[in-house]
Every structure is written in structure tokens, then in C-alpha cells.
């Protein structure tokens, strides 16, 4: 039976990427070797590496002031490298979620945090707006998309200062102003590759800026210096990584990404809005297009472990939601095809006629 999968993370990947990298690791462009057993230092995979960099450059519009890396250590590792490199006495954060709060915890590590918002109350349901970020902080550090919420970001606030921004979930979804950014970081898991890479667009000047000594291996400068060759970069990660950049590329780019990610979430929220069963639960303008939450509606709530087992039984695998909000979370990254998502729609109707 046909599986869809709507994972949250690690999550779908394209079949070219998949395919090619079964291939690779068989027999990696033509040496006779598997794709695990050759040297990060050879020419071929080196190749792959600055192929992989060019490519975030030109799908992203990475400007020249900027250097792509790749790293170990998830995203979570960002946390600490984040204010380690770039935290010289204060940082504003926006708490929308976990992951912004692991964040805001590493980040206290290194100075004064000033949260300058946060939903938690509401449960992360919404992306709070009306703050003031004080121009004395050494950069605003926002979570695009909340990858356990189901909320994003859709206008990327305006402030005086360089942002800082994990898009692990939503990175390649759409166009971004990468010149706003000191850093901005995404674990491969979400949108792009098997977990164990962690992209990182940094600008270059603002690197070496503390008066801190940062261990080697957790200052930017170093990988950025050695072209993610200071140390053994994780080889089968990255060369994935390199398969979904030329699918995003050979399909149009982040704009018709942009596009069909759009019409994704519209067909997917539309029946959520539709159906008697379900309910959405972020905030209408900050519904994310990538994570999409929904529990039962008041009066079906004791529906939900049917619904559960009657979606496992069409195929759908990975609905369930988060702990922390409960019901289900259909994730729809960029390698979700727009008939996956019908098939969910239609399931969710099948489901509502039984009722
Ligand atoms: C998944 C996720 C993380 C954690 O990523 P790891 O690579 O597991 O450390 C951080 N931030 C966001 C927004 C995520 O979705």
C-alpha cells in the first residue's frame, strides 16, 4: 500500500535524492567505492561539498558578505554557537515555542537575554507582533517556523539590528533576505537531508567580534576558514543535502517552491476549516505552511483514536501531533507532493461521512 508521509523530522525526502543516494552509496561517482568509505579530502567528494555550497548560494541568493557551512551537532548545537560567536553583552529573543525557549536557555550561558515576547501562555498558538526590540542588543534571534506548533513567521520583523534565526523546518520553503542575517541556521532533518548536517549561513564580518575565546571547534571562523574541512564533515548528510538542491533547483527554485508549498497548506486548512470533525490550532495568519495542527473538534473529541487508525489504515503515517498540543500535525516539507495531501483531504471527508 502507498505510505504517505507526513513526519515531522526527520521527515520525506525527495525519490530523486533517495534514489541517487542508495546509488552513491553503491558506488560513488564512478570510483568504485561507497559514498561511506572515501575520503572527505578526495576530489570527488570535495566536489560535492563546493557544489552543495553553490547551490544554497544561488537558490537562497546568498550574498557575498556571506559563507555557507556545513556542521555537525543538530540544530540544537546552534543554540550555544549562536551567542558563543555573536553575543557580546545582551540579545533579544522571540520565545514562539520549544525550540526558541532551548534557545533562549543555552543563550543566558553567554549574557544578558532580553525576551522581548512570548505566547507561551496561549500555548504557542500565535506569533506575538507588537514588541520593541532595543537597538543596543548585538542581534534579534526568531524561530521562522515552530515546527510543534504549527505557527510561522510570514513577516519577518523589521529592526535596527541583524536577525539570528533558526528555519530548521522551514529553510527552502521560501525566498529569504539573507543580508538581514548574522546567522542563519537549519538542521538538514526537516527540509533537505538525513539528520547529521546542520547548514549555517553566517555573515562574514560579523565573525571574531567577541572578546571571548571560543573553543575551535564552536567558532564559525574556523569552518568557515577550512570550508567545512576542519574535520571530517558528515559525508553522507552532505551529498543528500546536494540531491535536494539540484531537485529544488531542476523544479523551478524556492519561488515555485513558495508556490506549491502555498497551495498545500491551502487545500490542507481549507478542509480542516470544512470539516465538522476538525479544528485548526494556531492563529489564522500565523498558520504554518510547512506543520499543520489539528485536533478534533469539541464535540467529536472522543473521535480521535479512530480518526488515528482509520488514517494509519489509508496509508497515512506520522499524523499524530506533538505531546505538547496534541491531536495530529501533518507536516508538509517540500518533497510532499500537492496529491499527498489530497489523499489526507479525501481521507478526512471519508472519515466525516461516517459521522
Ligand atoms: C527539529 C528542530 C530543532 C532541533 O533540531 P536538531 O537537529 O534535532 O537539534 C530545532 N529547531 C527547530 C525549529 C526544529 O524544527
Redo the contacts with the bound molecule.
Sequence with gaps: MKKYNFYA?PSILSQYTIKNTADAILDFANTGLSLMEVSHRSKEFVAVCDEARNLVKELLDVPSTHDTIFLGG???MQFCMVPYNFLKKKASYLDTGT?ASKAIKEAKLFGEVNVVASSKEKNYTFIPKNYTVPDDSDYFHI?T?N?IYGTQIHNIPKVNIPLAA?M??DIFSRPIDVSKYDVIYA?A??NLAP?GV?IVIVRKDALNSTDRPIPTMLNYMTHVEKESMFNTPPVVPVFAALQTLKWYKENGGITAMQKKNEEKAAVLYNEIDRNKLFKGTAETEDRSRMNVCFVMNDEYKELEAEFTTFAVAAGMVGIKGHRSVGGFRASIYNAMPLDSVKALVRTMHDFERQH
Design positions: 523530522g543538530g540544530a540544537s525550540w524561530t517556523n515546527t533558526d530548521s523546518s538542521g532533518q526537516k539528520a546542520t
